[in-house]
């Protein structure tokens, strides 16, 4: 069974800082192997996504919104993916999900196997 277990959310002013964390287990599942990523879904919303990075970690895709303010981080040996959040808006206010799928599909397309069960980020202006 493969688990992704997301920590970090709390609420924060307009402009502060964040990282998530989002560590993984199970017995058939290697994150080496692993494509990773992050979404989030805020009230009344669908869920979007937000970025993920590729098995190495130097391939990385970001949607526009949150570009040159979030960024995607892995550190393998930890089976552990991050998301660094700064400049952080009142509409950043979500519910954040880590995703996993096997590797090697484009980092643009959002199908994903695996699922947390999310953090909540709420930023106050």
């Known amino acids: 069974q493969v688990q992704l277990v997301e920590s970090g959310g709390e609420l924060v002013q307009a402009g502060g800082s964040l990282r998530l964390s989002c560590v993984t287990s199970?017995?058939?599942?290697?994150?080496?192997?692993?494509?990773m990523a992050w979404f989030r879904q805020a009230p009344g919303k669908e869920r979007e996504f937000v970025a993920a990075i590729g098995t190495s970690g130097t391939s990385t895709y970001y949607t526009e919104s949150v570009k040159a303010r979030f960024t995607i981080f892995r550190n393998n040996a930890k089976n552990t993916v991050y998301l660094q959040m700064n400049s952080l808006k009142p509409e950043d206010t979500a519910v954040y999900y880590c995703a996993a799928r096997f590797r090697g599909r484009p980092l643009w397309l959002y199908d994903y196997t695996y699922w947390g069960q999310g953090t909540q980020v709420t930023v106050s202006s």
């Open positions: 199970g017995r058939t599942f290697s994150i080496s192997n692993s494509d």
